[in-house]
């Protein structure tokens, strides 16, 4: 499969820039693979396609200020933007200007926070070791920018509203994005409604986010991104399922955590790393409904919601919400695909 089938024509306008007010103001499009229909509605109305009994699966990372701007010993300039923690001190990053970022290479952030560049990783990155006086995730907080897509040219207000308000673990380089429309009302409205809510975390890193540069899909490498489940989401999801109703993914990261801890023939509890990448062809294990955004073209995004729902359907649909001017990525317009595409 290439990576030229999974693109689209979108003009730069619908490129989201700032969020909607309230949250759950976002247009909603509402997709069923089976029946190839499309209806458009309001996030508020998501409750008129759930069930009692159906259950919900957030994503509840926290993005991190992963972006610090620091300078060499020489006082040449240096970005560094926080992937993944390995360890106590080390981190995988992007730097930029990578080029004169040498292993061996002291880069200073304030008094307080130093970093030394360890080794090359296999993605162009760089291992780095922090040097700290204090709490690490306080200096963060004092020293670190929360980073937006640089789709997204305008300043960020306020920064929690780049946050899910339901946000609980630390560790993101990005917002699961698809959980930006949920209000703390709304969740609270579809609890009582008989609609039940399970949390699972991935922290958003490379892997998401990473451009595919092949052509061949299938050639395309995954970075590796630590997500967790914890058992009281695990029997949710089965009790679900016992029952008959549907385990719906509140964005892809949901997704590929839930794909990523079936194996042995079931769902498993406890925490790990994952590379999976989903395309068409994959037989999903866990869900059984998606609300996503909408994606960038040629993405590793756009390609799993595409073996959810098939390609020439997903493809009819962004061309249907071009039309009718939805807004696109991180700050953009939902989208709700109903059920599974069989393949």
């Known amino acids: 499969m290439l990576l030229s089938d999974f693109d689209y024509n979108l003009p730069e306008e619908l490129i989201a820039q700032t969020p909607i007010e309230p949250r759950n103001f976002s247009r909603l499009m509402v997709l ?53 923690r390995l360890d106590f001190s080390h981190w995988e990053t992007l730097v930029k200007p990578g080029k ?29 070791e922090f040097v700290f006086d204090g709490v690490f995730e306080q200096i963060l907080d004092r020293l670190g920018e929360t980073p937006l897509p640089p789709y997204i040219h305008e300043k960020l207000s306020d920064s929690e509203r780049y946050q899910t308000v339901y946000n609980r673990e630390r560790g993101s380089a990005a917002a699961p994005t698809a959980g930006l429309h949920f209000t703390n009302e709304q969740m ?61 993914a509140v964005g892809t990261t949901s997704v590929r955590t839930l794909e990523s801890a079936f194996f042995d023939g079931h769902l498993n509890a406890g925490s790990d790393s994952t590379k999976i990448f989903i395309y068409p062809g994959y ?28 390609r020439d359907f997903i493809l009819r649909a962004y061309r249907e919400a071009v039309k009718e001017r939805y807004r696109f990525f991180s700050f953009g317009d939902a989208m709700l695909i109903l059920k599974r595409f069989q393949q």
Do not use: W
């Open 32 to 84: 069923d693979p089976i029946a190839e229909k499309i209806s458009h509605h309001h996030f508020y109305d998501l409750k008129n396609f759930l069930n009692a009994g159906d259950t919900l699966i957030f994503n509840d990372t926290r993005v991190i200020p992963a972006r610090l701007i620091g300078h060499r010993e020489s006082g040449a300039r240096v970005e560094i933007f926080l992937l993944r």
């Open 188 to 248: 609270n409205d579809l609890k009582n409604f008989g609609v039940n809510l399970g949390f699972v975390t991935l922290h958003v890193g490379l892997g998401t986010f990473r451009p595919v540069n092949v052509e061949n899909i299938e050639d395309h490498n995954m970075h590796e991104e630590f997500f967790s489940i914890p058992q009281s989401t695990v029997d949710l999801i089965n009790l679900t399922k016992k029952n008959n109703r549907r385990v719906i």
């Open 283 to 310: 037989k999903f294990n866990v869900v059984d409904s998606l609300i996503t955004n909408f994606h960038l073209p040629k993405s590793t995004l756009l390609m799993l919601i595409s073996a959810f729902a098939g």
């Open 100 to 128: 004169k970022a040498l292993v061996g290479n002291k880069i200073i952030f304030d008094d307080d926070l130093s970093c030394n560049v360890v080794s090359h990783t296999n993605f162009g990155g760089r291992v780095v």
